[in-house]
């Protein structure tokens, strides 16, 4: 929701307009489609997918050339696991702006899930001729190129969406900078713990469920390893086991409680869980060991937002956009990753992901 990530309402501001204003030649009753968005991006945000579905429906009966619409309801279709009913929406959304590059991640994305890669692919690579230094493009390609066998690209792929994600990111690499294969490989040697560094080396390619069994082992040869906790409560963030996560980062905290990252994360889990005011608690002790770090000012804006605290959120956005020097995602694109951070080809979906 995600995510992020990569998912909350349309906008950090009081207004609520949206590209079906943006249609002159149509005549559309704006109030009509400004409530109805509210009630999509409530519905959205609260994991009630099928009612999203309706409200989306309705804005596109009114207004056929509705981008985000399309866009978004091809969201609430993919968190339905129709994946083919999601394709299909991404489809028309490309028709009415190819120029779009989040829509064209989500479509491979969804081409992911029925398990057609080379589609994928393609999508992926049209989202990174884009705009290259989407790093989620750079990752999810490097997924898809995994699962058909393409090792060393796959591995090209996920070194340049960690330089990416780490120079120019968002919050996708949610448990903070991971080492390149190469670097990891060639510190076995000398890891007192290689099962954090299998652990690692698995998490970065994907395979979250591998990644656990050895961060589970790495935990029971050294359960004082705040590090491990991290980064199996990642693991379990990203397979959609929210509970399970804020345990481990509950965990982390108590071994680390001077670093913020830990915190963030765990305010991260509980804002896709729905915990908006226990989120905030969490960002605020993320900002006040890290306070120079845009990225906690920015999710506790989302938090606000969730909760209707307008002024709060843009208080927040501006603050983060003020000590961003790197790309920041547009709020007003907030709904439009179908791809929950949690979400690889190992996970379930859960009900529940912003």
Do not use: C
Request: charged share 25%; net charge positive.
């Amino acid at each position: 929701m995600q995510k992020t990530i990569n998912l909350l309402l349309a906008v950090f501001t009081m207004s609520l307009s949206i590209s079906a204003t943006e249609n002159p030649e149509n005549a559309v009753d704006r109030s009509a489609i400004i409530t109805a968005t509210k009630n999509a991006n409530y519905y959205y945000m609260s994991g009630k997918y099928r009612k999203a579905l309706d409200a989306y429906s309705e804005i596109i009966e009114r207004d056929p050339k509705n981008f985000n619409a399309w866009h978004f309801r091809g969201g609430a279709k993919f968190r339905l696991g129709d994946y083919i009913g999601a394709i299909a929406d991404y489809t028309k959304a490309i028709e009415l702006n190819s120029g779009d590059k989040d829509v064209w991640i989500n479509r491979g994305f969804a081409r992911h899930k029925i398990k057609n890669y080379n589609d994928a692919i393609s999508d992926y690579s049209e989202s990174i001729r884009l705009f290259d230094k989407y790093h989620k493009a750079w990752y999810y390609r490097g997924l898809s190129k995994y699962m058909i066998g393409d090792t060393e690209g796959a591995l090209q792929d996920y070194n340049k969406a960690i330089f990416l994600g780490n120079k120019y990111g968002d919050g996708l690499y949610l448990a903070g900078s991971t080492p390149r294969y190469s670097e990891i490989v060639s510190s076995e040697k000398n890891e007192k713990d290689p099962h954090l560094i299998r652990g690692k080396l698995k998490y970065m390619s994907g395979e979250f469920n591998e990644s656990i069994e050895h961060f589970n082992k790495s935990i029971e040869l050294n359960p004082g390893s705040g590090e491990a906790w991290l980064y199996r409560g990642s693991a379990k963030l990203r397979l959609g086991n929210y509970d399970g996560a804020i345990a481990d980062f509950s965990k982390s905290i108590d071994l680390m409680p001077n670093t913020s990252n830990p915190f963030f994360l765990r305010g991260n889990t509980k804002l896709r869980k729905g915990d908006f005011n226990g989120s905030i608690s969490d960002f605020n002790e993320a900002i006040r060991i890290q306070p120079s770090e845009y990225k906690h000012w920015y999710y506790r804006g989302l938090a606000h937002l969730a909760l209707g605290e307008y002024e709060k959120a843009q208080t927040d956005y501006a603050k983060a956009k003020a000590l961003s020097k790197k790309i920041l995602r547009d709020p007003n694109n907030a709904l439009k990753s179908s791809i929950d951070e949690t979400d690889t080809e190992e996970s379930k979906l859960k009900a529940k992901s912003y």
